[in-house]
């Protein structure tokens, strides 16, 4: 009798040893592929980050270069007679105006004519006033 427990006991201990080596693979497998996908989001994050900040720096790049544009501006005074205009450049920052000397009036007018979108541009921005007032 003590023979034959002494084998339940021996195979109780061998199942319970497949059991656990059977576990411990479960363990280092289910470890192995959380850290894969943890590697894997890390990896997926930092490509993303770094696609998010390079477009944010182009369109902060974009805007800079639009704010450099407005920085200054351009008064022209147009005489009762003759084709020679005063051309003055006013800084949008500090409000000084500066001489920027003589220039023929038709080349200092006519350098934006050519450009897409100006023949109604003044048209389009009193109708977007209106329309404002109109929702109201």
């Keep these: 009798m003590d023979n034959i427990r002494a084998r339940q ?41 770094r696609t998010v900040t390079t477009a944010k720096t182009a369109s902060y790049t974009a805007f800079l270069a639009q704010a450099e544009e407005l920085r200054t501006g351009t008064v ?36 934006n004519s050519s450009a897409p979108g100006q023949k109604y541009f003044v048209a389009v921005r009193v109708d977007a006033i209106r329309s404002g007032f109109r929702t109201k």
Excluded at 33 to 43: E, H, M, N, R, S
């Design 76 to 111: 022209l005074f147009v005489p009762l007679e003759g084709n020679i205009c005063r051309q003055r450049i006013i800084d949008n920052d500090t409000w000084h105006m500066a001489d920027a000397g003589s220039v023929v009036c038709d080349e200092a007018v006519s350098w």
């Design 9 to 49: 006991i021996m195979r109780r201990k061998a199942a319970m040893r497949a059991l656990r080596a059977r576990d411990r693979r479960r363990a280092i497998l289910t470890g192995a592929v959380l850290t894969g996908a943890v590697a894997i989001g890390i990896v997926t994050g930092a490509y993303f980050a």
